[in-house]
């Protein structure tokens, strides 16, 4: 069992930029493939990006690559999300997600945050 709790959400002009966090509580950290997706209002919820278990390779959807980066720190149970050159159409609650299994997390993750609201405005 983990829990997920994401923070960093807010109000940011197109071009910002902004960085969640996702802080992990529960079995150990280091043992989850983590990832974020989001889904927009009236869309379904769509992955964002994944990161593997220790090596930290990362995995992005095509609309965020090269704006987007996600990082984790073992250390802290956290992982991150870096967002830059942000877009109105990047508007969404964006969720934190866990799993054993890096191909699971981007189908259906185990473990889900509550959210955290990201707006971008033009």
């Known amino acids: 069992q983990v829990q997920l709790v994401e923070s960093g959400g807010g109000l940011v002009q197109a071009g910002g930029s902004l960085r969640l966090s996702c802080a992990a509580s529960?079995?150990?950290?280091?043992?989850?493939?983590m990832g974020w997706f989001r889904q927009a209002p009236g869309k379904e919820r769509e992955f964002v990006t994944a990161?593997?278990?220790?090596?930290?390779?990362?995995y992005d959807a095509d609309s965020v690559k090269g704006r987007f980066t996600i990082s984790r720190d073992n250390a802290l149970n956290t992982v991150y999300l870096q967002m830059n050159s942000l877009k109105p159409e990047d508007t969404a609650v964006y969720y934190c997600?866990?799993?054993?299994?890096?191909?699971?997390?981007?189908?259906?993750?185990?473990?889900w945050g509550h959210g955290t609201q990201v707006t971008v405005s033009s």
């Open positions: 997600a866990a799993d054993g299994n890096l191909v699971r997390l981007r189908n259906g993750p185990g473990y």
């Open positions: 529960g079995r150990t950290f280091s043992s989850y493939a």
């Open positions: 990161i593997t278990r220790r090596v930290g390779g990362a």
